[in-house]
Antibody
Framework: EVQLVESGGGLIQPGGSLRLSCAAS????????MYWVRQAPGKGLEWVSG????????NYADSVKGRFTISRDNSKNTLYLQMNSLGAEDTALYYC??????????????WGQGTLVTVSS | EIVLTQSPATLSLSPGERATLSCRAS??????LAWYQQKPGQAPRLLIY???NRAAGIPARFSGSGSGADFTLTISSLEPEDFAVYYC???????????FGPGTKVDIK
């Protein structure tokens, strides 16, 4: 079964750091781009970051550039998002999504169920 | 930065009716547009990509059209499971990036 399972979310104080993980199964992980997309409570979807299949190319939304780092370990079929200098505006459900190809502009065609990040003192 | 606008914000319809959802881009995006469905408590699901191509497993009652800056998602006859929020999304090929519209909620009249 093709599946994405996110983990690592939780309650974190403003200014803190958190690392999210996304475990992939059921497909050849290294041949697909991967993404992080977030959704603030009751709000719409916001693309956060993307990485190509090999991990050599990464891209970020302006709202997180310089604070978040996306990476992947193809030997472990796992995607990561390192989040630093967190603020209240980063509170959201963070989804991991798989691209339809290895290019980091390919459409996200499979999504996990998300992990909730709450930034609050 | 390309901005997507969706209308209406809410569409109240009955099962069996036809739903027409609009997505407008602030500048031409060719056919680089996708549509997603999101039900409460669930992850988004890809319905349509490249403006008019149905994703795998998506019923034929869902169709997409348009190019340039104006796009439409049509649900030909609403089933009970179709009541949800629908988002459009555009992509930049370089640098790779995505933008979502604010969504249209289709609810039961």
């Amino acid at each position: 079964e093709v599946q994405l399972v996110e983990s690592g979310g939780g309650l974190i104080q403003p200014g803190g750091s958190l690392r999210l993980s996304c475990a992939a199964s059921g497909f050849t992980f290294s041949t697909y781009a991967m993404y992080w997309v977030r959704q603030a409570p009751g709000k719409g979807l916001e693309w956060v970051s993307g990485i190509n299949g090999s991990g050599g190319k990464t891209n970020y939304a302006d709202s997180v550039k310089g604070r978040f780092t996306i990476s992947r370990d193809n030997s472990k079929n796992t995607l990561y998002l390192q989040m630093n200098s967190l603020g209240a505006e980063d509170t959201a459900l963070y989804y991991c999504a798989k691209g339809e190809s290895s290019y980091s502009s390919s459409w996200p065609d499979l999504w996990g169920q998300g992990t909730l990040v709450t930034v609050s003192s | 930065e390309i901005v997507l606008t969706q209308s209406p914000a809410t569409l109240s319809l009955s099962p069996g009716e036809r739903a027409t959802l609009s997505c407008r881009a602030s500048q031409s995006i060719s056919s680089y547009l996708a549509w997603y469905q999101q039900k409460p408590g669930q992850a988004p699901r890809l319905l349509i990509y490249d403006a008019s191509n149905r994703a795998a497993g998506i019923p034929a009652r869902f169709s997409g059209s348009g190019s340039g800056a104006d796009f439409t998602l049509t649900i030909s006859s609403l089933e009970p499971e179709d009541f949800a929020v629908y988002y459009c999304q555009q992509r930049n090929n370089w640098p790779p990036a995505f933008t979502f519209g604010p969504g249209t909620k289709v609810d039961i009249k």
